[in-house]
């Protein structure tokens, strides 16, 4: 039993008006601060409370602050900082050196600055038409120059689309006057590469001959790129050629592959759906360089080109016989008549002396010589041919196509299987759309599939952000935790020490105050003499205080009372159930 329950009158000794019994009360826990350092204590913690408070209601009306510059150099950084405060825009300066500033304020705090000329950025070309001071020497202005030149490269690099950052570094050799000892310039470029980005083989010949012509007497062999990763991007000098020859090889492949892939699916998009398609183009690539040279003739094709013909007869005579002299310078001998019948000889005839026996000599034959010469135009064929490297020798394509889907009147979806006719007139969409030749042994599949685990483009929902993240809600979030917190503070600190400081009694909460009002209700109920409803032995014991009834007693009593007086013990027994409830 609780020590409130002890503390009440019995329902016996109500009715019978018999005097209350009662518990002592505890005495009160010595307390462990002085009663002197009291008050100090008290205005101690009311201060702090009321510091605390103070600093939650600033915490809930500090703006929200966005970004407005980052990366900044500390040049920018004070300038950037000199012209906010000008303006009376507050500003936060961070250790990466980024500024931030009230989200409400970036846009304007931009145009203010933008009409100023700012951010400048550190180095470049402006550094030069600033006054560099009295007594710079040579030295220091080379320096500069240099330093200029190479923040001016640095800003032309990042600004290709896959580079977030850049810097270069100059290896200018001071210039000798005798020619055999000058050295040939050099740079390096290093690159901050933007997250899932890389540079192509042209991006990095083009960052190479940028640099390479910016410098005087600068060869591109002397230019080396290199990336975050530690990734060597451009060919040093002297360096064998293949490793970069066979990426470009690859390269070129990869590119043929794409765009074949993307033919297809772009041709049978329209008809199954922009999701529900899939290719897969595999090209065997020549990379090898290819010079031939032929020449061909066509021999039964002979065209008579030119002709020369010479013919040449020549005819033997006597001529001069004998002995040169006497003889020889007579006149020729008259001729003699021939008898009937007889034929003269050749030498007869001619003059010819007659042989010892009379008869005239044989004369020699006649000489007769011909000569043809006939050129022919035979057809000859000379080629030249040179084959550049990619040629493509074989297409392998493999094309996946998902099921046909459509939504019933009931919202439900259906999927429907291509027929053959279907899949064959798309094989032949594909072959049409990649150049198909079968004597190169190019090959085209086309599989109808299910897929598994897609979700369709219009189901998709782009992402919202959050309430919570929206920087609205995170102001009202701050100021209604900041209000909390001190309403908190308040009722839960300051006004406890406010009425301990000031000696105010703790008020009694509800139920101690229905308590006792309760037992004021009960304590008004007239006691009814015991002798008057319980006979003389009840009386007997109510004379003596110190006897207390039994509990027959108590119930004969109550009995008593209830057939005495009903409505005052309703009354009673509602203030029971009350005081249950």
């Given at each position: 039993?609780?020590?409130e329950?002890?503390?009440l009158?019995s329902?016996a000794?109500?009715?019978?008006?018999l005097p209350e019994?009662s518990?002592?009360a505890?005495?009160?826990?010595?307390?462990?601060?002085?009663?002197?350092?009291?008050?100090?204590?008290?205005?101690?913690?009311?201060a702090?409370?009321?510091?605390a408070g103070?600093?939650?209601?600033?915490w809930s009306?500090?703006?929200?602050?966005?970004?407005?510059?980052?990366n900044?150099?500390?040049?920018?950084?004070?300038?950037i900082?000199?012209?906010?405060?000008?303006?009376?825009?507050?500003?936060?300066?961070e250790?990466?050196?980024?500024i931030?500033?009230p989200?409400?304020?970036?846009?304007d705090a931009?145009?203010?600055?933008a009409?100023?000329?700012?951010p400048?950025?550190?180095?470049?070309f402006s550094?030069?038409?600033?006054?560099?001071g009295?007594?710079?020497?040579?030295?220091?202005?080379?320096?500069?120059?240099?330093?200029a030149?190479?923040?001016?490269?640095?800003r032309?690099?990042?600004?290709l689309?896959a580079v977030?950052g850049?810097?270069?570094h100059?290896?200018?050799?001071?210039?000798s006057?005798f020619v055999?000892?000058?050295r040939?310039?050099?740079?390096?470029?290093?690159?901050q590469m933007?997250?899932g980005?890389r540079l192509?083989?042209?991006?990095?010949?083009a960052?190479?001959?940028?640099?390479?012509?910016?410098?005087p007497?600068?060869?591109?062999?002397?230019?080396t790129?290199?990336?975050?990763?530690g990734r060597?991007?451009?060919?040093?000098e002297?360096?064998n050629?293949?490793?970069?020859?066979?990426?470009k090889?690859m390269?070129?492949a990869?590119?043929?592959?794409?765009?074949y892939?993307?033919?297809?699916?772009?041709?049978l998009?329209?008809?199954?759906g922009?999701?529900r398609?899939?290719?897969?183009v595999?090209?065997?690539v020549?990379?090898?360089?290819?010079e031939?040279?032929r020449?061909?003739?066509?021999?039964d094709?002979?065209i008579v080109r030119?002709?020369?013909l010479?013919?040449?007869?020549s005819?033997?005579?006597?001529g001069?016989?004998?002995v040169?002299g006497?003889?020889t310078?007579?006149p020729p001998?008259?001729g003699?008549?021939?008898?009937?019948g007889?034929?003269?000889?050749?030498a007869a005839a001619n003059g010819?002396p007659?042989?010892a026996?009379?008869?005239a000599?044989?004369?020699?034959p006649?000489?007769?010589?011909?000569?043809?010469?006939?050129?022919?135009?035979?057809?000859r064929?000379?080629?030249y041919?040179?084959?550049p490297?990619?040629?493509?020798?074989r297409l392998?394509?493999?094309?996946?196509?998902?099921n046909l889907?459509?939504?019933?009147?009931?919202?439900?979806v259906t999927?429907?299987a291509?027929?053959?006719?279907?899949i064959?007139?798309?094989?032949k969409l594909?072959?049409?759309a990649?150049?198909?030749?079968?004597?190169?042994g190019?090959?085209?599949?086309?599989?109808?599939?299910?897929?598994?685990?897609e979700?369709?483009?219009?189901?998709?929902?782009?992402?919202?952000?959050?309430?919570?993240?929206?920087?609205?809600m995170?102001?009202?979030?701050?100021?209604?935790v900041?209000?909390?917190?001190?309403?908190?503070?308040?009722?839960?600190?300051?006004?406890p020490?406010l009425?301990?400081?000031l000696?105010?009694?703790?008020k009694?909460?509800?139920?101690?105050k229905d308590k006792d009002?309760?037992?004021?209700?009960?304590?008004?109920v007239?006691p009814v003499?015991?002798?008057a409803v319980?006979?003389?032995a009840?009386?007997?014991?109510?004379?003596?205080?110190?006897?207390?009834?039994?509990?027959?007693?108590?119930?004969?009593a109550?009995?008593?009372?209830?057939?005495q007086?009903?409505?005052?013990?309703?009354?009673l027994?509602?203030?029971?159930?009350?005081?249950?409830e």
């Open positions: 039993m609780s020590a329950a002890a503390a009158p329902p000794q109500q009715m019978a008006g019994t518990t002592p505890q005495p009160p826990r010595p307390s462990l601060i002085p009663p002197a350092f009291k008050p100090l204590v008290l205005l101690i913690g009311i702090a409370a009321v510091a103070v600093g939650i209601v600033l009306k500090e703006p929200t602050y966005s970004l407005l510059y980052g900044l150099g500390q040049q920018d950084a004070a300038q900082a000199q012209a906010l405060d000008t303006n009376g825009i507050p500003y936060k300066l250790g990466t050196g980024a931030t500033v989200a409400d304020r970036v846009h931009r145009l203010k600055l009409g100023q000329g700012l400048e950025g550190d180095g470049g550094v030069m038409s600033k006054d560099p009295f007594g710079v020497s040579q030295f220091m202005e080379g320096a500069r120059y240099q330093h030149l190479e923040t001016e490269l640095a032309t690099i990042t600004n689309q977030e850049a810097r270069v100059l290896a200018l050799p001071r210039q006057a055999r000892d000058r040939k310039p050099s740079a390096s470029v290093f690159l933007k997250p980005r192509e083989s042209e991006q990095v010949t960052i190479v001959n940028l640099v390479a012509s910016s410098i007497e600068l060869e591109s062999q002397q230019v790129v290199v990336d975050q990763q060597l991007l451009s060919s040093p002297g360096m050629t293949e490793v970069a020859e066979r990426e090889q390269e070129i990869r590119e043929l592959e794409d765009r892939t993307q033919r297809v699916q772009q041709l998009a329209p008809l199954v922009t999701d398609v899939r290719a897969q595999v090209a065997d020549e990379m090898s360089t290819t031939e040279a020449e061909q003739y066509r021999p094709s002979q030119s002709e020369q010479a013919e040449e007869t005819r033997n005579g006597s001069p016989q004998g040169p006497a003889l310078n007579q001998q008259p003699t008549a021939l008898p009937p007889a034929n003269a000889t050749p010819a007659a042989n026996n009379g008869a000599g044989v004369a020699p006649d000489n007769t010589s011909k000569q043809q010469t006939r050129n022919y135009e035979i057809d064929t000379v080629a041919t040179k084959l490297a990619g040629r493509l020798k392998t394509v493999a094309v996946l196509v998902d889907r459509s939504t019933t009147e009931d919202g439900k999927e429907t291509l027929t053959p006719e279907q064959e007139n798309m094989t594909v072959k049409d990649i150049g198909f030749n079968e004597q190169r190019d090959s085209v599949s086309v599989v109808n599939q299910s897929f598994r685990g979700t369709k483009p219009e189901d998709i929902v782009p992402d919202e952000i959050p309430l919570w993240e929206q920087p609205l995170r102001d009202v979030a701050k100021l209604l900041g209000l909390i917190a001190l309403l908190v503070l308040v009722f839960s600190v300051l006004r020490m009425r301990s400081l000696g105010v009694p703790p009694a909460d509800k139920k101690s009002g309760k037992q004021a209700q009960i304590q008004q007239t003499p015991m002798a319980a006979g003389p009840v009386a007997a014991a109510a004379d003596g205080a110190a006897a207390p009834l039994d509990y027959d007693g108590q119930i004969a109550a009995r008593a009372l209830v057939t007086d009903p409505a005052r013990v309703a009354q027994v509602k203030t029971w159930v009350g005081d249950d």
